[in-house]
């Protein structure tokens, strides 16, 4: 029930609840930095670390797509152990200067891919089933937990 209420705290009218909520997020970029460079991402992610942000701690700089797919393959295995909730993975080029040269679609990097992971299943009770009925006569049916 708390991650369902974290999903949609930022879209909340009212910012006191949202202000009563955990929330907490991870860097995970250097988007610009005058006088300093990288050459790859992992290196971003180590520095950031070292200034004090908060970045993901399931990251894994993988030589070649079979240990990229090993670790995606782990994290779904653990993700119910980790500390936040996660639906995927993601496996991203690590050098700065091939992103560049693979360069992005209309919306989507080309040096990086999703994979989702099988949804959870989990038990839960049901305390209510609510059906509103609007002026058009349309329903809405949705359970309490």
């Given at each position: ?8 705290s ?17 860097i995970?970029n ?7 460079t ?17 970045v ?19 994290i779904?295995?653990r ?31 080309k040096?990086?891919?999703?994979y989702?992971?099988?949804p959870?299943?989990?038990e839960t ?21």
């Amino acid at each position: 029930m708390q991650e369902m209420q974290q999903l949609g705290s930022l879209r909340q009218l009212d910012s006191k609840k949202t202000a009563k909520r955990p929330l907490d997020i991870y860097i995970f970029n250097v988007q610009r930095l005058e006088g300093n460079t990288f050459n790859s991402h992992y290196e971003q992610l180590l520095y950031l670390e070292r200034l004090g942000f908060n970045v993901n701690p399931v990251k894994k700089q993988c030589i070649g797509i079979e240990s990229a797919i090993k670790e995606v393959n782990s994290i779904g295995e653990r993700r119910e152990g980790l500390s936040f909730g996660t639906d995927g993975a993601v496996i991203k080029v690590d050098n700065l200067d091939l992103r560049e040269i693979l360069g992005t679609n209309f919306k989507t990097p080309k040096w990086a891919i999703a994979y989702k992971y099988p949804p959870e299943q989990k038990e839960t009770i049901l305390k209510d089933i609510v059906c509103q009925v609007r002026k058009d006569r349309s329903n809405n049916t949705y359970g309490n937990t």
